[in-house]
């Protein structure tokens, strides 16, 4: 079968195309025929090595699974032959408490589709059967497959660990990537009232026009983007700050109100922050972490996209040949939205 894949860790060009033998299922696994798959910013720290991880060679990435399932071995967890299905992304170890209980996120042996094993840029991918949901009918293949990360997080940042309620006002710093583009759309649907931060002008008109309440950033200073947020939250700040960055968290203390909560889901400026404690408990402030999504997440998420009728933004269309050209658009930060792969 076809496949793009890389021998040795470094930039986009050591993704190759490649023909490797279709993979059969092993125990509690599916084979799953590739509609379509997407790029995300963990296929690119997978590919230049730096997840530390032993990958046995070639490695296969791509972590957004959408597809029909050709073979079924042992467990059916819900599914069919012939179904179309996604994937979720982390799945856990199936026997600890947390796994039994749906819970998968919190095991502590979790693994990740296109991480820890072979990915979505092949013809047939085999995942375990525990990541797979049926998709609600409203949407096409290419829409699912923006889908699995970059919504999961944004649901489990807003629903599950944000609390998100109506009413109440969100920042989402990182607004124009594709979990802050996921953020916006779920939290104008929840009825918040919605800040963006973009450092990118061209994407911050974007922003507007998709309906962010305010849009601030471009090259404005952290003190400045603080004035504006306080400013427009009665000098109290925001009851909720989604914040992927880390490095920045110091910021996103001083933006959430008393007794606001701060979810992080990404290090993209740094794993270490600076961070004054006193105004952690003085503020009564809740800083939780969250990474990826369970399967029934997963599914609740899409289930909201569906009822709202909320279609994720797309960038661009590619074919699974172009993965490298595509990493290379993903790293240039240029792209508003998915960047999809169809093999
Ligand atoms: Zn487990």
């Given at each position: ?37 997407s790029v ?274 797309i960038a661009k269309v590619m074919?699974?040949?172009e993965?490298?050209r595509a990493?290379?658009l993903l790293?240039?930060?240029r792209c508003f939205g998915k960047i999809l792969l169809?093999?």
């Amino acid at each position: 079968m076809r496949a793009v894949g890389f021998r040795r860790y470094g930039g986009p060009e050591v993704l190759e195309s490649m023909s490797l033998p279709r993979p059969r299922p092993m125990e509690g696994n599916a084979i799953v025929r590739l509609l379509c798959t997407s790029v995300n910013r963990i296929d690119t720290l997978v590919r230049n090595g730096g997840r530390n991880l032993p990958l046995a060679m070639p490695h296969v990435p791509g972590c957004d699974v959408v597809g029909i399932v050709e073979e079924i071995r042992g467990r059916s967890d819900g599914v069919s032959v012939g179904d179309l299905v996604v994937a979720n992304t982390l799945y856990g170890c199936g026997g600890c408490a947390s796994c039994r209980n749906g819970d998968e996120v919190s095991c502590s042996r979790w693994k990740m589709v296109g991480v820890d094993i072979n990915g979505s840029y092949e013809e047939f991918v085999r995942v375990p059967t525990s990541t797979l949901v049926r998709p609600p009918g409203l949407f096409s293949a290419e829409e699912l497959a923006a889908m699995p990360i970059s919504l999961s997080i944004a649901w489990r940042a807003l629903r599950v660990v944000g609390k998100a309620k109506r009413g109440e006002t969100v920042v989402i710093r990182g607004a124009s990537g594709s979990s802050g583009i996921f953020g916006l759309l779920l939290a104008k649907a929840m009825g918040l009232r919605t800040i963006a931060v973009s450092r990118d002008a061209i994407k911050m008109k974007k922003l507007r026009e998709m309906g962010a309440d305010i849009v601030i950033g471009g090259g404005e200073t952290e003190a400045g983007i603080a004035d504006t947020i306080l400013g427009a939250t009665d000098g109290e700040g925001a009851d909720i700050v989604i914040e992927p960055f880390g490095a920045t968290l110091a910021q996103s203390i001083r933006l959430a109100r008393h007794g606001g909560r701060i979810v992080v889901y990404g290090a993209l400026a740094g794993a270490a922050a600076n961070i004054d404690i006193k105004q952690l408990y003085l503020k009564n402030i809740s800083v939780a972490g969250t990474h990826n999504s369970s399967r029934g997440e997963l599914k609740e998420a899409m289930g909201f996209l569906a009822e709202m009728r909320i279609r994720p933004v797309i960038a661009k269309v590619m074919g699974l040949e172009e993965a490298a050209r595509a990493h290379s658009l993903l790293e240039g930060g240029r792209c508003f939205g998915k960047i999809l792969l169809r093999p």
